[in-house]
């Protein structure tokens, strides 16, 4: 599919193109299922990857997910694939949000040639959630450099790409991963700086260790932690998607290493009207005993907020 073949009503349409802050109105809670949180299940051959839309719906009763681009690299430049998943997931009620991709070369890549390679690199990705109905694919804001040079490149890369992708109406979103880009105050600085209205976050609340890459806190051993709380209110204002993640309960399912009652408040006092991503990552529980602890604490917390 070219871009050009999606017409001209497409390439004027103003991105974020199916997700808006609601102002006053309290919204409601709304759950999809990251597909990571049963990438032990898919790695393993438990569970295969085109059967993951049906396995959320009918094994945890969640209508919404979110691909992870690593468990379908084999289809990456298959539209028909894809196109046949749409056909699939419209039959069963579910709705396809994201795409996260990892490993397509680094947007903020010193080299410029290098820098272009990986922007190419994620735009079968675009095609992928285009045919998919999604919004949105989550992308790394990784690099080389100096914070000066990083956010000189990252800037390039990700506006470059955020302009491929508006004809696909896909947005293209930054997570929190580690190292600068849990700096939430350096991101949001940055992709407001862009000024690419299709450009936008989603904060995990679990990655915002600066000291390492992929930035987990899981174990609490983090040398330099930014902190979710701060981290949530650089990132919200841009969020166009959350990640719930998720790591350990107690026995009253109280997740034991995030604050989530204040990180939810966070997320309802910003209007956010999107999905809130279920993405377990925990060790001690099993995958699907740690989605289904996830899923009923944020149906008992969302009530419970102001």
Known sequence: MQAAGLGSAALLMPAPYTFGFAGPVAPELKLSLAQWSLHRALGA???KAIDFP???LSAYGIQ??????QF?????????FWKDLRRETDDLGVTNVLIMVDNEGLLGDPDAGKRQEAVDNHMKWVE????LGCHA??????GRGTREQLRENLSDGLGRLAEKATPYEINVLVENHGLHSSDGRFMADLIRGVGHPGLGTLPDFGNWCLAVEWGSTQGGTCSDNYGP???????????MGVSAKSYDFDAAGNETLLPYQALLQQVKDAGYQGYIG?????NRLGEPEGIRATKALLERLWPQLD
């Open 128 to 131: 992928a959630a285009y045919e």
């Open 137 to 142: 694919i989550r992308v790394n804001a990784f």
């Open 278 to 282: 279920i993405e377990y990552e925990g």
């Open 64 to 69: 919404a997910v979110e691909y992870v681009n």
């Open 45 to 47: 051959g438990q569970l």
């Open 229 to 239: 709380e701060n981290g949530l209110a650089d990132f919200l204002p841009l969020a």
């Open 72 to 80: 379908y690299m084999e289809y990456a430049n298959d539209l028909t």
């Open 54 to 56: 049906r396995t959320a």
